[in-house]
């Protein structure tokens, strides 16, 4: 959100940076559209959201047999 005058105060380009440097770190980086989303909602939103997805990403179960041939009786 730009400061007074639509210019940018310190303190946002501190909050951009801290959330980009979250995103690059605990993930791949952000888009544009990502980023903006991350801002609006705040850093410890997003840092709740990336460590307590709402649906955790699955492995499809004949991919984890291909690959581990251990767990493939589980």
């Excluded at 105060?9 to 909050?15: A, L, N, R």
């Excluded at 440097?21 to 709740?48: K, V």
């Excluded at 460590?51 to 690959?67: C, G, Y």
């Amino acid at each position: 959100m730009p400061g007074e005058f639509g210019m940018t105060t310190v303190h946002e380009k501190q909050d951009v940076a801290l959330m980009a440097h979250l995103l690059r770190r605990a993930g791949f980086g952000a888009t544009p559209a990502e980023m903006d989303r991350a801002l609006e909602i705040g850093y410890d939103a997003m840092l709740d959201e990336m460590l307590n997805p709402d649906h955790p990403d699955e492995i499809p179960d004949d991919l984890i047999r291909r690959h581990h041939v251990d767990q493939s009786d589980l």
